[in-house]
């Protein structure tokens, strides 16, 4: 069997990254609890998170969300895609936080995207559209980044885009899964996992991490 080769490489959060963050959390503290608040009601009528979770758990995945924003994949691109978005994460906290970027939220379930969109337009966010679609029919640019959180395994993902002129993706999963899932690409790779848990102690974000891909073109 042919073995595709991949380069991967392993970093940690920052100081000045998490502080980068929370500054983020700060400044635009109004519309993220909104958000949350927004959130914690739909959760309660169709699951978008997980059942019974608590505002604060959902301020965490708020906060957990933010961290692709360390990326500078993320702060080189102008729109991004968020596939597998269930209630809005990490689409729509990115999106109060950077109003310059153009965000496009998908969720192959029609329920989970109209309650987005409610959320979108109680939220007044003109920088985000919404579509109920598999991004299989999404159209996808080189120019576009595309992100998600725990919707996929990285191969998948990547079959799913198999046909399209993608470039870049940043994932929010478990380390360890990554490098399992990175390996059964047949696309091969560059990938950056960035580990969490080193600066944030909290179990929430125990054995998570930023993953950054990319096209290997050497």
Known sequence: MFHVKHLITHTSLTREQLRSVDQLLADHKKPLDDYARLLYWWNQ??????RGVSHETIMEHIRHSLMISVSDY?????????TGSGGGLPGIPLAICFPEKSFLINDIVSKKIM??????Q???LANVETNSASIENVDVSETDLIITKHAFKVDQLIGYLEEKNWQRIIF????????????????SLYARIIRLDEQLKNSFYQGKAVLEVRRNHE
């Open 45 to 50: 009528k169709l699951n978008l998170v997980s």
């Open 74 to 82: 993320f702060r080189e691109q102008h729109k991004i895609i968020d």
């Open 115 to 120: 309650a987005v969109k409610n959320m979108v």
């Open 122 to 124: 109680r939220l007044e």
């Open 172 to 187: 929010l999963k478990g380390r360890e899964e990554a490098k399992e899932e990175i390996e059964r690409s047949s696309v």
